[in-house]
């Protein structure tokens, strides 16, 4: 089978990109895109579809397993996995980077604004956290966030640097409210009510994104109960 990737190339953040196509060929029909474009930087000289000599693709990957997040991308318009997403059923294929974040180069982003915004709404516990069963649950459901950023790159509100900080904190800031007594979340509240309920339009445009399945409609709304019942039993 032979595939045409069509796939983003950008040497810096500072400087324009554009798309070039390669040719790829395989047998498998399990193929992904991690391992097509692991298997086009295996080869000695890499060359596009014009004959011409390029660089490497720069591109992350870890676990190759759906479970770090690491391979996020843009693939034929869709934020998804390079390593969850199949190549069969494709006679071309579009790969480029999330466009939230800055370009470091080709497929590389960087998403340290994600975790700069769990630092800013101090999304912690300073002590062991005890829940029910109930809790647990809940908070097994929010602890599969991958900090990929797929979800952010669908999210009509979400600015890298906004007072909005997206799913990717909502989510770990409901795992904590789930566990946390009242008092020790009450600052984790206030946060929540103001950089994730005040910001989010209800679009749910990250409904089906997440690559990890998780029920973000679930966690938001219990998260948002829990914020916005204890403003009003402090304003009673």
């Not at 975790?115 to 602890?143: C, H, P, Q, T």
Request: glycine share 6%.
């Amino acid at each position: 089978m032979k595939y045409i990737l069509e796939i983003w190339r950008q040497k810096s953040v500072d400087e324009k990109g554009a798309f070039r196509k390669y040719l790829y060929e395989t047998d498998s029909e399990s193929a992904t895109v991690a391992s097509a474009l692991a298997e086009l930087n295996s080869k000695d000289v890499l060359t596009d579809m014009n004959g011409e000599i390029t660089e490497k693709i720069v591109w992350e990957c870890s676990c190759m397993q759906k479970k770090c997040g690491a391979c996020a991308m843009v693939i034929n318009g869709k934020p998804c996995l390079a390593c969850d997403t199949k190549l069969y059923g494709n006679n071309t294929v579009r790969i480029e980077p999330l466009r939230k974040f800055p370009v470091v180069a080709d497929l590389m982003v960087n998403r340290d604004i994600i975790f700069d915004d769990l630092s800013r709404m101090k999304v912690w516990a300073e002590k062991e956290i005890s829940a029910g069963d109930k809790e647990n649950d809940f908070m097994y459901e929010a602890s599969r966030c991958l900090q990929c950023g797929c979800c952010l790159e669908v999210c009509p509100n979400f600015v890298s640097g906004g007072s909005f900080f997206g799913m990717s904190a909502m989510v770990p800031s409901s795992r904590l409210l789930a566990g946390m007594d009242k008092h020790a979340a009450r600052d984790l509240r206030k946060q929540f009510g103001k950089r994730i309920t005040d910001g989010c339009g209800k679009s749910f445009a990250c409904r089906n994104i997440c690559p990890a399945g998780i029920d973000i409609e679930k966690l938001m709304a219990r998260s948002d109960a829990a914020v916005l019942w204890s403003f009003f039993l402090r304003n009673r």
